[in-house]
């Protein structure tokens, strides 16, 4: 009789830990991508907070999409949503520079690498940045 209480106890303690685990599920992509990533060539970041915020950070760059020259912070909004059918993951931001200009791009997060891909075909690949090496890309250009 004290076998079956012990393994009724395990089996109960079993069930618990695979309960919590399982509510513990994978951060959304939104939070993966909160912190600073910049291009390879150091003209191109973007710093996302988690609340939906951020900054664009760009050193003397033009950004095609829009053909609109851009130098220095700018203030942002962005959002990510995932298509539960296709499997999309689309990242929104919209941010002001003159006029207000909103863009889409579908995203990859694969660890520490962040690709964005345009509907235009311009593609980007950012690498996240290390609290140290988080330099706005006005600055590092500069330099």
């Not at 390879?40 to 829009?66: H, Y």
């Not at 912070?73 to 909103?102: K, Q, R």
């Not at 962040?114 to 600055?139: C, I, K, Q, V």
Request: proline share 3%; glycine share 8%.
């Amino acid at each position: 009789m004290k076998q079956m209480k012990t393994i009724g106890a395990l089996a109960l303690v079993l069930i618990l830990a695979v309960s919590l685990f399982a509510a513990c599920g994978k951060p959304s992509v939104q939070e993966q991508i909160v912190g600073s990533w910049r291009d390879s060539a150091g003209i191109l970041g973007f710093d996302f907070n988690a609340d939906g915020t951020g900054k664009i950070v760009a050193g003397d760059f033009t950004l095609p999409i829009v053909n609109i020259a851009l130098k220095g912070e700018y203030d942002m909004t962005y959002t990510v949503t995932t298509d539960e059918e296709s499997g999309v993951t689309t990242l929104h931001i919209s941010f002001t520079f003159a006029v207000p200009i909103n863009l889409d791009f579908t995203i990859q997060l694969d660890g520490d690498i962040l690709r964005l891909s345009h509907e235009s075909g311009l593609n980007y690949t950012m690498t996240r940045a290390a609290e140290s090496d988080s330099t706005p890309a006005s600055e590092a250009a500069s330099e």
